[in-house]
């Protein structure tokens, strides 16, 4: 009888910045002759995206660990309990040979579940500062790779470098050489903001528009996701100064748009900054303001530092100031393509497989020991 394949249960949060390197992962996992599941927020279970992973998708119940106040704190461990209750249910049934947390809050049951069993656990984390829900999880955790170069110091004799795992779209659209517009030719810019849309985005780059000259808006071709209540608004002040431009609040291409831009104004979340690296696109990076942990401000400070892009807080993205760079950016297109070269140069396309190195040599240890 043929030896079972090893399962691995990949546990992640509701969003792009969890799921995507997650279904890169187990992509990889599955060529390699793995089995996966999935156990991920309730939204995405039944939606389209739970359709292609190559796998069992479940949810347990999930709340936060770290609220403020004690109705907050009771509620959100009376949920840890259930919802790990619940995750050791499920792995009794699966019986996973390695657990992989992509952090949010989903990713706490199940890798508390299978640590408490005795199943490995490895922590992926996309940002260049640590969530809160790995970092709760970190201590329990057997490894933890990260998708920045940057050094978690509480626990190094188990942290790795792996890079972000991103999707066969982003790796076709790598494919794709920057070529930096005319002198005089037209910009492609590319704006959005995560995947709800990001409402500064909305006030300032059509504002922005009004501020350049007539012949450099000429030069224009822009592709902005709004929010749907804003994407009417937009479009029409895009109408009304002469720009080309679509205008719409989501776009299942997007890899495809960065390949195709000159210059982009986006985030700066972790897979928003990863994509533009392997891309190899330059980009202008809004942080989102107000977090706490400041992880889109430090995830910009990586690619900025290697000269792939520009970093401007919010508080400073001014339609004034955007005009501005604009200008500046479509009057030297050699700076462009300078930016995307660099941006590329700390890409790290292989990431999935480099993750998987790391479960099977988990995997390994596991069998050995």
Same mark, same amino acid.
């Given at each position: 009888?043929?030896?079972?394949?090893?399962?691995?249960?990949?546990?992640?949060?509701?969003?792009g910045?969890?799921?995507?390197?997650?279904?890169?992962?187990?992509?990889?996992?599955?060529?390699?002759?793995?089995?996966?599941?999935?156990?991920?927020? *309730?939204?995405? =279970?039944?939606?389209?995206? &739970?359709? +292609? !992973?190559?796998g069992?998708?479940? %949810? @347990?119940? $999930?709340?936060?660990?770290?609220?403020?106040?004690?109705?907050?704190?009771?509620?959100?461990?009376?949920?840890?309990?259930?919802?790990?209750?619940?995750?050791?249910?499920?792995?009794?049934?699966?019986?996973?040979?390695?657990?992989?947390?992509?952090?949010?809050?989903?990713?706490?049951?199940?890798?508390?579940?299978?640590?408490?069993?005795?199943?490995?656990?490895?922590?992926? *984390?996309?940002? =260049?500062?640590?969530?809160? &829900?790995? +970092? !709760?999880?970190?201590?329990?955790? %057997? @490894?933890? $790779?990260?998708?920045?170069?940057?050094?978690?110091?509480?626990?190094?004799?188990?942290t790795?470098?792996s890079?972000?795992?991103?999707?066969?779209?982003?790796?076709?659209?790598?494919?794709?050489?920057?070529?930096?517009?005319?002198?005089?030719?037209?910009?492609?810019?590319?704006?959005?903001?995560?995947?709800?849309?990001?409402?500064?985005?909305?006030?300032?780059?059509?504002?922005?528009m009004?501020?350049?000259?007539?012949?450099?808006?000429?030069?224009?071709?822009?592709?902005?996701?709004?929010?749907?209540?804003d994407?009417?608004?937009?479009?029409?002040?895009?109408d009304?100064?002469?720009?080309?431009?679509?205008?719409?609040?989501f776009?299942?291409?997007?890899?495809?748009?960065?390949?195709?831009?000159?210059?982009?104004?986006?985030?700066?979340?972790?897979?928003?900054?990863?994509?533009?690296?392997?891309?190899?696109?330059?980009?202008?990076?809004?942080?989102?303001?107000?977090?706490?942990?400041?992880?889109?401000?430090?995830?910009?400070?990586?690619?900025?530092?290697?000269?792939g892009?520009?970093?401007?807080?919010?508080?400073?993205?001014?339609?004034?100031?955007?005009?501005?760079?604009?200008e500046?950016?479509?009057?030297?297109?050699?700076?462009?393509?300078?930016?995307?070269?660099?941006?590329?140069?700390?890409?790290?396309?292989?990431?999935?497989?480099?993750?998987?190195?790391?479960?099977?040599?988990?995997?390994?240890?596991?069998?050995?020991?």
């Amino acid at each position: 009888m043929p030896e079972a394949k090893p399962l691995i249960l990949l546990a992640a949060g509701g969003t792009g910045g969890h799921l995507f390197p997650a279904e890169a992962l187990a992509t990889e996992l599955v060529n390699r002759g793995c089995r996966t599941a999935l156990v991920t927020d *309730e939204r995405i =279970a039944s939606g389209d995206w &739970a359709k +292609r !992973f190559p796998g069992e998708v479940s %949810t @347990l119940t $999930a709340g936060t660990v770290t609220g403020t106040g004690i109705i907050a704190k009771a509620i959100g461990a009376l949920k840890l309990a259930k919802g790990t209750l619940e995750a050791r249910a499920l792995i009794s049934r699966l019986k996973p040979d390695v657990v992989v947390g992509f952090g949010g809050y989903p990713t706490v049951p199940p890798v508390l579940a299978a640590s408490m069993k005795g199943i490995p656990t490895i922590l992926h *984390e996309a940002n =260049a500062v640590m969530g809160r &829900a790995n +970092r !709760f999880l970190a201590k329990r955790a %057997t @490894l933890i $790779a990260t998708g920045f170069p940057v050094p978690h110091p509480e626990w190094p004799e188990k942290t790795v470098f792996s890079g972000n795992p991103v999707r066969k779209p982003v790796l076709l659209a790598a494919e794709s050489e920057f070529h930096a517009p005319e002198k005089d030719g037209v910009l492609n810019l590319l704006v959005f903001g995560g995947s709800l849309g990001a409402r500064v985005m909305s006030e300032v780059v059509p504002a922005a528009m009004q501020q350049i000259s007539l012949e450099l808006r000429s030069r224009l071709s822009i592709v902005q996701q709004a929010r749907e209540e804003d994407v009417t608004r937009v479009a029409k002040i895009y109408d009304a100064l002469g720009v080309k431009h679509e205008v719409a609040p989501f776009f299942t291409d997007l890899p495809h748009r960065i390949a195709h831009a000159h210059l982009v104004i986006a985030r700066a979340g972790a897979m928003t900054v990863t994509e533009l690296s392997v891309i190899g696109r330059p980009s202008i990076l809004v942080p989102l303001p107000g977090s706490l942990d400041q992880d889109q401000a430090t995830n910009a400070a990586v690619i900025v530092a290697a000269g792939g892009a520009l970093a401007v807080p919010q508080s400073a993205f001014t339609p004034v100031s955007l005009a501005e760079i604009l200008e500046r950016k479509m009057s030297n297109p050699e700076r462009l393509t300078e930016m995307a070269a660099k941006a590329k140069s700390i890409g790290i396309s292989d990431a999935a497989s480099r993750l998987a190195r790391h479960v099977f040599s988990v995997l390994s240890n596991r069998a050995n020991g």
